[in-house]
């Protein structure tokens, strides 16, 4: 699969599964924006358990292709995204629908970009980016550790995710909080080109997965969690991709069907990759059906 935000594919070539409509891309040099279009087609690995006979574009891939456009609004190829503010999802991305992204400069190292899903306003954001290279770094050497509960109990706790389920195992922490433990679910670098970074979009999505499942026993069984909004995520660090992370839920919140959490993503040496703070998360049954007037809360999580 390829990622969106990896900085080794172009532009054109980061959306093969998307349906990339060629010649509809281009840049707005009065503002230096950049607006793309493409067609959401159902056959998008993105969609895969997300969900099962119900597909919705997940709320990370509008995070990492709205960084693609920043990239090329910007003539940034290796554009590296620091920080998300003020993120809302309004609205489903269902597959056919065609989607055009925009971003704007708004200041020095941030873009405001929105997402319109036939015209109707899905998510906007502001993305905080810089074209510095991550510091260079040494993982941890791979270990697997002890886990209170494995990946099988993880999946049911979970049961729309899988197959891309970004979890392997989770360990009890003192106070009754979890660390969840994860690996990206990408293919590794082909040998004798770079060593690719864990996509930050994947980073998101396994924390969002871990709070699912922090959650567990304060949402109805089998209900879907979506994404409404997030306040701020930080990002720190910068994985390989064949390091594991572990995501820990430092605090929740229940505020009727939804749930306001935060939390950290660290490596296994205990490097910090991100922390998010007042992120909305709601819990959906299943029975509810994909809508794009709902108001927020209808892009999912995990």
Avoid: K
């Amino acid at each position: 699969m390829v990622w969106f935000s990896d900085p080794a594919t172009s532009l054109p070539a980061a959306w093969p599964w998307a349906g990339f409509i060629p010649g509809r891309d281009g840049a707005e040099t009065a503002e230096d924006a950049a607006q793309s279009h493409f067609l959401l087609i159902s056959e998008a690995p993105f969609l895969a358990g997300h969900f099962p006979g119900r597909p919705i574009l997940p709320g990370v891939a509008i995070i990492d292709a709205a960084l693609m456009v920043c990239r090329a609004a910007a003539g940034a190829r290796h554009l590296r995204l620091d920080a998300i503010s003020a993120a809302r999802f309004f609205a489903a991305v269902l597959p056919g629908d065609e989607v055009t992204l925009r971003a704007v400069p708004s200041g020095a190292g941030t873009w405001r970009a929105a997402a319109h899903a036939n015209g109707v306003l899905c998510a906007r954001m502001t993305l905080h980016v810089t074209e510095q290279a991550a510091a260079p770094r040494h993982a941890a050497a791979p270990r697997r550790p002890h886990f209170d509960v494995g990946a099988a109990e993880i999946a049911l706790r979970l049961p729309q995710r899988p197959p891309m389920l970004m979890l392997e195992g989770a360990m009890h922490l003192p106070e009754g909080t979890w660390a969840m433990h994860g690996r990206p679910h990408m293919p590794a670098a082909t040998p004798g080109t770079h060593r690719m970074n864990y996509p930050t979009s994947l980073i998101c999505e396994g924390f969002f997965q871990a709070a699912g499942c922090a959650l567990q026993g304060a949402i109805a069984d089998g209900a879907m969690l979506l994404l409404g909004s997030i306040g701020r995520a930080e990002f720190a660090a910068v994985p390989h991709a064949s390091e594991a992370v572990r995501h820990i839920v430092t605090s929740s919140r229940m505020l009727g069907d939804a749930a306001l959490v935060a939390g950290q993503t660290r490596t296994e040496d205990d490097v910090l990759v991100a922390s998010y703070t007042d992120v909305l998360v709601v819990a959906r049954g299943t029975e509810a059906r994909p809508t794009r007037t709902g108001g927020p809360l209808m892009t999912q999580t995990s």
